[in-house]
């Protein structure tokens, strides 16, 4: 995916020590390349500030954070964005605290989503993977990571595929034995179309999202689908938190979308929308406190692979907070947007 024309700013990086524990550096030579981005990545259009003073409430990277909101037609982004080479090298050095496996939170993860008590949970908690669309065919999921996902789409029936920026990530799903891209998306030539393309969780670290969902679309058949989930930029946990939502995401989470943004972007891109909801789960919402309790600027939040912690705080969002997810969904402030489009033929 082309970067575009960016200019140089000079920024702290990070590295981790001995402990494991990310610690920012001046290291010159490894400054990240960041593209101010003054107009709107879909139409162009003046943007004006909408939140500051963000950070990285996750993994601990260094930086103040800052994001736009288009006046045109309302889409928010991130000020300034690392280039495709910077945010491919971000994702490998620290995406799933650095490729984490082994531990006691990861191998409970494991057995868990292998569980048919996983399968239960996200029919309480709702499906914001499709991890319970069953059919055949052809299915490419973008941003595969280590490959679980392909996995749970394999065994519901698909011939399951995969692309991934992670080099670390795509080698564990190559591993398990699926067939994984790394390159841009738009260098992708499959042999044959596919018929449903995922896109979950994925959309909103595109530096280019209309870019992308015309990608999508040229690797579909006619009458192809893609399913997407993302966060929801008009979520009420947003106002609840404020900058401590898990969801703002920097510097990975490039674009925040509206449930009109999203519908609208489809169409220009040539799908026609077929079904859009809202699910807030309750990891989500979990999450977005552990965030608010626990972290801290260049630290990377640990509580969050507190298995423990972190049962216990989604059981009780689910119990306690159910009226009011139940609420967000139904008003159109839910934490995640769901959507379902085919593409239209040519």
């Known amino acids: 995916m082309s970067a575009g024309p960016h200019r140089s700013l000079k920024v702290a990086t990070a590295s981790a020590d001995s402990s494991g524990q990310i610690q920012a550096t001046a290291d ?13 990545l879909v139409c162009s259009c003046p943007s004006a500030p909408s939140v500051d ?13 800052s994001v736009r909101r288009c006046q045109r037609c309302g889409m928010e982004q991130l000020s300034s964005r690392p280039d495709a080479a910077d945010l491919k090298d971000l994702y490998e050095r620290f995406y799933n605290f650095s490729g984490e496996r082994g531990t006691l939170y990861t191998r409970i993860r494991e057995r868990f989503l292998s569980s048919i008590l996983y ?20 299915l490419l999921d973008i941003g595969c990571n280590e490959g679980r996902t392909l996995k749970r789409y394999a065994a519901n029936g698909f011939t399951a595929e995969g692309t991934e920026l992670n080099e670390n990530a795509a080698a564990v799903a190559r591993a398990a034995g699926f067939r994984v891209f790394t390159g841009p998306l738009e260098d992708l030539i499959p042999s044959v179309p596919y018929d449903i393309a995922v896109l979950s969780n994925v959309l909103e670290h595109a530096l280019d999202p209309k870019a992308m969902l015309e990608s999508v679309r040229r690797l579909l058949k006619p009458g192809g689908h893609i399913w997407i989930s993302c966060p929801n930029r008009d979520s009420w946990l947003r106002s609840v938190f404020r900058r401590r939502w898990i969801n703002w995401h920097v510097p990975f989470h490039i674009s925040h979308f509206s449930g009109d943004a999203l519908r609208k972007l489809l169409g220009d891109c040539g799908f026609l929308p077929m079904e859009l909801r809202q699910i807030t789960p309750a990891l989500w919402v979990a999450s977005s406190i552990v965030a608010l309790l626990f972290a801290r600027r260049g630290k990377p939040t640990r509580q969050l692979r507190n ?15 159910f009226p009011l997810l139940y609420w967000g969904n139904r008003v159109g402030r839910g934490d995640c947007l769901v959507a379902v489009a085919v593409k239209v033929r040519d």
């Open 119 to 138: 399968r239960l949970w996200i029919r309480l908690d709702g499906d914001i993977s499709f991890h319970t669309c069953r059919g055949a065919g052809c």
């Open 53 to 65: 003073g963000l950070f990285d409430t996750r993994f601990g990277i260094p930086g103040t954070f």
């Open 307 to 321: 298995p423990f912690l972190m049962c216990g705080l989604v059981l009780a969002c689910r119990l306690l907070l």
């Open 28 to 40: 010159a030579s490894a400054a990240n390349v960041v593209e101010a981005v003054p107009d709107c």
